[in-house]
């Protein structure tokens, strides 16, 4: 049975075209900003999110302001519709093999990238640009730590895969280019399905966006402005 999964395992990854690693030396460690990922977000997040509640911008609900609000809602849901993309690939198989196919045949962190969709869409859903600055400022730079130190660990995983793999694929926005298929997939529903409560919280971004806009407008709490 052993030697059946393996060899199963071994055809999954030759159809979907992903490399295990191949070294038998001890795998790089996670970096400081890898494994402080989480804790620095979340609070991050909550800092955010408490100058979201009492902040608006001047123009608030006026003129151009509110056409950021369907662009807005227009990017929570590519975020989310991105995010999925990339569990049918990822799910499971993180750091385990190179997925290079899907949206990993675009960017080498498609779902950071759309993250950083849903982060601005969130943004722009409650007109507040400048709270979108700091934002993409923070992730843009905080995440590039986190990559660097990712690209590291992978470096040593994958050696001459990799490296090739960085060559022909652009470290963060996408390229301009149809995306590589495999002929079938097979996606492990137990990680699939812990991932979609993360898209979920995209989704539901949507919903607090207009709720926290209605607030806002009705005057429900004092807010102070904000140049933009």
């Known amino acids: 049975m052993h030697i059946m999964s393996a060899l199963a395992f071994r055809v999954w990854c030759v159809e979907d075209r992903c490399l295990m690693s191949q070294s038998t030396s001890p795998r790089p460690g996670h970096s400081l900003a890898e494994r402080s990922r989480k804790p620095v977000s979340r609070i991050f997040a909550l800092a955010w999110i408490g100058a979201a509640l009492f902040t608006v911008p001047l123009g608030f609900l006026t003129g151009w302001h509110l056409a950021l609000v369907p662009a807005g809602i227009l990017l929570l849901i590519l975020a989310a519709l991105g995010r999925i993309w990339c569990l049918l690939y990822i799910a499971g198989r993180k750091n385990r093999v190179l997925c290079v196919d899907g949206p990993y045949s675009l960017s080498r962190n498609p779902l950071y990238f759309f993250s950083f969709l849903g982060v601005l869409g969130f943004s722009l859903s409650i007109q507040n640009l400048l709270l979108g600055a700091v934002a993409a400022l923070f992730f843009v730079a905080y995440y590039h730590l986190v990559i660097a130190g990712e690209e590291t660990r992978l470096a040593g995983m994958f050696g001459a895969d990799f490296e090739d793999y960085c060559a022909r694929v652009p470290r963060f926005l996408p390229a301009c280019r149809p995306p590589t298929r495999p002929p079938q997939i097979m996606v492990d529903p137990r990680p699939f399905e812990r991932g979609l ?30 140049p933009f």
């Open 197 to 226: 409560t993360e898209v979920f919280v995209f989704l539901l971004s949507i919903v607090a966006a207009g709720v926290l806009t209605y607030f806002h407008a009705t005057g429900a709490w004092h807010t102070f402005a904000l």
